[in-house]
């Protein structure tokens, strides 16, 4: 179990690793690439690893789909979308985002049912589907050209 809790992990901070750079050149425009530059943080703590910013994370995913351009709204769908999924998934199997830090180290909580915990890593696995990957990439190119942030794709 503690396998496949650790794979979910990384399969997250994996995914989430291609909304984490440093910031581009000065001149970037909107509250859209504001929000892209504030959120280096957030995912930077998770691309290391580290669980215990997820809901901040899943939060900064929802804020960017709201304020994403008309020429990404679907792209941004997609990266929602997989997030919700998670989060819904997440509740299904009886746990909080501050039960994941815990399970990390190996600790399942108390009344939590592992089989549900066990569909919960599968679930995180959307987020290296294709589709995924793509509106990831989508949205990194656009970072780039337009708001001067290198989101990387990785």
Aim: charge should be negative; glycine fraction near 8%; hydrophobic fraction near 40%.
């Amino acid at each position: 179990m503690k396998i496949t809790l650790a794979l979910a992990g990384a399969v997250l901070a994996a995914s989430l690793t291609a909304c984490s750079g440093g910031d581009g050149a000065d001149g970037a425009s909107g509250s859209y690439c504001d929000e892209l530059k504030s959120a280096k943080t957030t995912f930077d703590t998770l691309s290391a690893g580290d669980l215990s910013e997820l809901e901040k994370g899943f939060a900064t995913f929802h804020r960017l789909a709201d304020a994403a351009p008309d020429d990404l709204k679907d792209q941004w769908k997609v990266l929602d979308d997989a997030a919700s999924s998670v989060e819904d998934a997440l509740k299904d199997a009886g746990l909080s985002f501050d039960d994941l830090p815990k399970i990390q180290a190996g600790q399942v909580p108390e009344g939590v049912d592992l089989t549900k915990v066990t569909s919960f890593a599968a679930d995180l696995q959307k987020l290296n589907s294709k589709k995924f990957t793509d509106a990831r990439a989508d949205i990194a190119q656009q970072a780039k050209d337009t708001c001067k942030v290198d989101l990387g794709t990785s």
